[in-house]
């Protein structure tokens, strides 16, 4: 009996110094914090190629020093590295990019792989970006939406003639009823045509002071945009309150489909913009200044037009 007493106390002692090692052994193991990573495409057109090098890199790469990372790329390879991994795929398609520490999941990400064939032609189809509905004598924004194309000859339908040469143009009708612009380009055999209703103005009797809706909710998503772009990786919640008082504000599509025009010439959707954007504050010598901000309709935008400038320090 006191055998059996002996070996029963010595496993139980077993167990607690077990238990015990366990406990004291995993804080050292496990990452604190939240770990996230972004994603950088070779020739920086926000799209990612087939045959184009990507790299996938770590927000914060202090959360995972000196660990051993896996990176699965969604169509049956993996890499181990940290906290850059670079890797090209070879065929067009959806991946699931997930990275892992011991088996453990800490993060994951859709990414669409396209033909570059498949790019250029879909972002050479212009289309006009601009209100569907406006009240006479007041200033409108329009703008051809593609590349590739640089001559453009804007129609607004009240004068019968060419009213404009430029990219982006403002324009007002002096008369009010239903016109229909037409866009013609170099890279388009037929013009581009987008329906406009323009409502007639009531406030002729006594002057009245009038108020730039537009130009402060454009202010107003530059400042946002400013904050998402000087937030730290690792401050989720003040990077998510600022994307979803935009959304909630100022679209009624998803933000997954409201696209945006960087500079002219870049196109992205506003949550791959906006991750790109606060990914971009993990790099100290790099900071990204928001210089302006245009919309293409006050209470249901479709697309920005981002003025930036990358600030080396």
Request: hydrophobic share 35%.
């Amino acid at each position: 009996m006191r055998e059996r007493q002996k070996i029963l106390a010595l496993v139980l002692a077993v167990l607690v110094l077990t238990v015990l090692a366990v406990i004291l052994w995993l804080p050292s193991r496990s990452v604190k914090g939240s770990v996230d990573f972004g994603i950088r495409d070779e020739n920086s057109n926000f799209h990612y190629e087939v045959g184009e090098q990507l790299s996938f890199v770590v927000s914060d790469s202090g959360l995972v020093r000196g660990k051993d990372l896996l990176w699965e790329l969604g169509n049956g390879d993996t890499l181990h590295r940290n906290p850059i991994a670079s890797y090209t795929y070879k065929q067009a398609g959806k991946y699931l990019v997930t990275l892992r520490l011991e088996g453990r999941l800490l993060a994951s990400r859709y990414i669409q792989i396209v033909q570059a064939g498949e790019i250029t032609a879909i972002d050479s189809v212009p289309r006009i970006s601009g209100v569907h509905e406006a009240y006479q004598d007041e200033e409108l924004t329009f703008s051809a939406v593609g590349q590739g194309a640089d001559t453009w000859l804007w129609e607004f339908g009240e004068t019968g003639t060419v009213d404009a040469y430029e990219r982006q143009v403002n324009y007002a009708y002096e008369k009010p009823g239903n016109y229909t612009i037409r866009l013609n380009t170099n890279t388009t055999k037929y013009p581009i045509e987008h329906k406009i209703t323009i409502l007639p103005r009531f406030e002729k009797a006594e002057e009245v002071v009038a108020v730039d809706s537009l130009g402060l909710a454009q202010e107003d998503i530059r400042r946002r945009l400013q904050i998402i772009a000087n937030t730290s990786v690792r401050d989720k919640s003040r990077y998510r309150e600022q994307i979803n008082y935009i959304r909630s504000t100022y679209f009624c599509s998803p933000a997954g489909e409201i696209a945006v025009v960087v500079n002219g010439d870049k196109y992205n959707d506003f949550l791959g913009y906006c991750q790109g954007l606060h990914f971009l504050e993990s790099n100290p010598k790099r900071r990204v200044q928001i210089r302006e901000v245009k919309i293409d309709n006050l209470h249901c935008v479709t697309t920005l037009q981002v003025t930036q400038t990358t600030i080396e320090q």
